[in-house]
């Protein structure tokens, strides 16, 4: 079984930008399509976006479409989230999940991995 760790949140301004990481350990990530979701208190898991297992396709979620990138690099084993303009509604827990499958969506079910989560807050 996988194990995936993110990286990269902190406590940031409004306008800044940051880049999470997750690394995948136990098994190499060209087996997985990859995505990311955000977790705000009280509110559901949301989907951001995500990426196909060789890069080729990513599909972003309409909040963060524009000011979003993922992009992966498989001889690190890594995938990356880089996000420009945050405000304080970005402010949430940030979770990457792997997908068996060739490419993957926002449906939470078709995840079948998850890491523990970096939490992201931007300050007004």
């Known amino acids: 079984q996988a194990q995936l760790v993110e990286s990269g949140g902190g406590l940031v301004q409004a306008g800044a930008s940051l880049r999470l990481s997750c690394t995948v350990s136990?098994?190499?990530?060209?087996?997985?399509?990859m995505g990311w979701f955000r977790q705000a208190p009280g509110k559901e898991r949301e989907f951001v976006g995500s990426?196909?297992?060789?890069?080729?396709?990513?599909s972003y979620s309409d909040s963060v479409k524009g000011r979003s990138t993922i992009s992966r690099d498989n001889a690190k084993n890594s995938v990356y989230l880089q996000m420009h303009g945050l405000n304080p509604e970005d402010t949430a827990v940030y979770y990457c999940a792997a997908a068996n499958r060739v490419m993957v969506w926002g449906r939470i079910n078709d995840y079948d991995v998850w890491g523990q989560g970096t939490q992201v807050t931007v300050s007004s």
């Open positions: 990426i196909s297992r060789l890069g080729v396709t990513t």
């Open positions: 136990g098994r190499t990530i060209s087996s997985y399509s």
